[in-house]
């Protein structure tokens, strides 16, 4: 496409999406109906090991996402029974668009664009109802992959795409990056310092009045990490040991944060 149509496009999509997010931000933070969230897996190396891995998922290894944020919305005065709903669904055979790291603010609202189209199809493949909030989440084979790329969780759009191992082993971990995900699209802020990981003190410490402070034992979702010394910082093995702290529950417009 030539860049001036482009450009046209854009403008028009920007008020539409500027309403569109407006309404989204109010529709999935009112909490006084269950919001649906979908998590739909990718074959991201598209071996045996992912295949068979994606194969094997059920429902099951989905839902302490559910009971984690039903749990935290309750302790943080959500009274409807089932605050979030959180549902596997089919694989995904496409895989997302790729953001250029270097494509400035043009290529960023470009790509973003493309991201919802993309959503969009792909829950429709997959046949079932469309949930209010979509997680992809991508599946690598850990033998050939040391380090995965970052996930994202975006509120323009409601859209997440998460980079996980096919591991039995990192289930549960990788539970703890989707509901990491899933609150970004909230509107819930990162909670570390991107150059050091450290969780910000206090709004990143799950326990910030402990005393001594080190070692923290819960983890702040959007820390994504516990601080085990001053320079130490180490990912939960499981949503068991994460609590959404009272800064997150604020940008989520939780009743009492
Ligand atoms: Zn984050």
Redesign the pocket.
């Given at each position: 496409m030539g860049r001036n149509a482009r450009i046209a496009f854009l403008l028009l999509f920007l008020g539409i999406a500027a309403y569109s997010n407006w309404y989204d931000r109010l529709s999935t933070t009112d909490w006084d109906e269950t919001l649906y969230i979908g998590v739909l897996p990718i074959d991201d190396s598209g071996n045996e090991v992912t295949r068979s891995y994606i194969a094997r998922l059920d429902a099951e290894r989905v839902r302490d996402i559910e009971l984690f944020l039903n749990r935290e919305a309750q302790r943080h005065g959500v009274t409807i029974d089932r605050p979030v709903r959180v549902e596997l669904y089919p694989p995904v055979e496409e895989k997302p668009p790729e953001r250029a790291s270097d494509s400035g603010m043009l290529g960023n609202m470009w790509w973003s664009l493309r991201m919802r189209f993309y959503a969009r199809r792909a829950v429709s493949a997959t046949g079932r109802p469309a949930p209010q909030i979509r997680i992809f989440v991508r599946y690598h084979d850990p033998s050939f992959t040391q380090s995965v790329p970052h996930s994202v969780g975006m509120q323009k759009g409601l859209v997440g795409v998460v980079h996980a191992f096919a591991d039995r082993s990192m289930t549960r971990a990788n539970n703890v990056v989707i509901a990491?995900e899933i609150l970004?699209t909230l509107g819930a802020s990162?909670k570390y310092d991107p150059a050091t990981l450290a969780p910000l003190f206090p709004i990143g410490y799950a326990e910030p009045e402990r005393s001594p402070l080190h070692p923290q034992s819960l983890t702040e979702v959007?820390a994504g990490r516990y601080a085990v010394d001053s320079q130490t910082f180490e990912m939960p093995d499981s949503l068991d040991d994460v609590l959404v702290g009272p800064a997150t529950a604020l940008e989520i417009r939780w009743p009492n944060p």
């Open positions: 990491h970004h990162d959007m």
